[in-house]
């Protein structure tokens, strides 16, 4: 039988240094990234995608009155691609009921804390004003909550006495390129799925904290 790798569409908002890890481990994963969609124009993200020879699209949030309007249209760019995958990387809206529901149970995001705790944004910062020993990521299955999807996989790291919020940023950022990729292979070599709102890997649901990831890559 004919192999069909994941049709994989990837949202971004700005840079897309996740992006280019997924792109990047393409070659030897079971997915094929089919297009970039970003809401910003001039974001170093469509430079990748287009180095990379992926197609990529704009949509501007500021041209739509609502973010229901926006959301329709960027089904509109989505949809004719057949995406598999909707992979968010650093794409930075929120999505309306509509939208999520659409796409339900093929939507990932990357989200730098360690899910559920710190949701929303400044989030290194605030895990070193709240005194944590360890921060992160995490890889979720997108749902109508903000950053509240099941958990797939966190990857820690410990927060050092003398981390600044960009240094903890930079440590995440290396362990959020190894993150991706792997979550978005076992979407794509059908491993991984979302059923009644859980995580499920192997067919098993995963714990509320999913895959321990830095246990994996020890
Ligand atoms: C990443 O750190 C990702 O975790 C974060 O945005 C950054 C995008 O970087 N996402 C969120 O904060 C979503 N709530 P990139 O554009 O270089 O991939």
């Known amino acids: 039988m004919e192999f069909k790798p994941c049709k994989v569409v990837v949202l971004i908002s700005g840079n897309g240094s996740n992006l280019q890890a997924i ?13 970039v969609i970003s809401n910003k124009a001039d974001v170093f993200g469509l430079q990748r995608a287009e180095s990379a020879n992926i197609k990529t699209q704009i ?9 229901v309007e926006f959301d329709l249209a960027l089904r509109k760019l989505i949809d004719p691609y057949q995406p598999d995958l909707l992979v968010l990387a650093g794409f930075m809206r929120i999505l309306s009921a509509d939208f999520v529901q659409h796409y339900a149970g ?13 949701p929303g944004i400044n989030t290194h910062q605030r895990a070193i004003d709240a005194g944590e020993s360890k921060h992160g990521a995490s890889v979720h299955f997108v749902s ?11 990857a820690k790291i410990d927060i050092l006495a003398t981390d600044s919020a960009n240094e903890l940023r930079a440590r995440i950022a290396l362990k959020e390129h190894q993150l ?4 978005v292979d076992l979407f794509a070599s059908g491993r991984l799925e979302m059923l009644n709102n859980k995580a499920i890997l ?4 995963l714990s509320s904290t999913g895959i321990d990831f830095s246990e994996l890559t020890k």
């Open 202 to 205: 192997d067919s098993e649901i």
């Open 23 to 35: 792109v990047d481990a393409s070659c030897t994963s079971n997915y094929v990234v089919e297009a």
């Open 180 to 183: 991706y990729p792997f979550v």
């Open 106 to 118: 093929r939507t990932l995001n990357i989200h730098p804390s360690l899910l559920p705790k710190f």
């Open 59 to 67: 949509l501007d949030h500021r041209n739509f009155s609502s973010r």
């Open 144 to 154: 109508e909550e903000l950053d509240g999807g099941p958990v797939i996989a966190h």
